[in-house]
């Protein structure tokens, strides 16, 4: 399975547009490949460059396992359309926020799908760990991409 954007090159800088200096507009993604007898997608976008330790910034889950692309600019609600739902980042908000890194060195920023073997069943607003503790057993493969930001 490969994960891919055409909003910046793999371990490329994120463009501003995506950021929270920007307009905090979630990147469009696109993958290809899935495992036979994936049912469903979960995605995770975290930093952990962040000074307080890993600073989830979007989680995704419940993607149907036919749909193979995310449009730029996701809203920020609960169920997207299609079924899928979402989680509450480190901020405690629902859906995309771009990086904000404090002054200094660039931050990592790595975007995770992974196909999965059922659907999650969590309701709109699962954090990431309890998304991740419901993966279990769940996954079939995955894939990521990286890009930087600083400040």
Not at 53 to 70: A, I, K, Q
Not at 104 to 112: A, D, M, S, V
Request: glycine content about 12%.
């Amino acid at each position: 399975m490969e994960l891919r954007t055409s909003a910046f090159p793999n371990g490329g800088a994120i463009p501003r547009v995506h950021t929270a200096d920007g307009a905090d507009r979630s990147p469009a993604l696109q993958w290809t490949d899935p495992p036979t007898g994936t049912q469903a997608f979960a995605l995770i976008v975290d930093d952990p460059d962040a000074p307080a330790g890993t600073w989830v910034h979007w989680v995704l889950y419940d993607l149907p396992g036919t749909v193979r692309t995310l449009a730029e600019d996701q809203p920020r609600k609960a169920d997207l359309p299609g079924g899928a739902k979402q989680g509450k980042n480190s901020w405690g908000r629902l859906g995309w926020n771009g990086p904000s890194p404090p002054p200094g060195r660039p931050h990592r920023y790595f975007f995770r799908l992974k196909a999965l073997s059922t659907s999650l069943g969590l309701p709109p607003g699962a954090t990431c760990s309890q998304v991740d503790a419901t993966l279990k057993g769940k996954v079939l493969a995955e894939a990521a991409w990286m890009g930087t930001y600083g400040r």
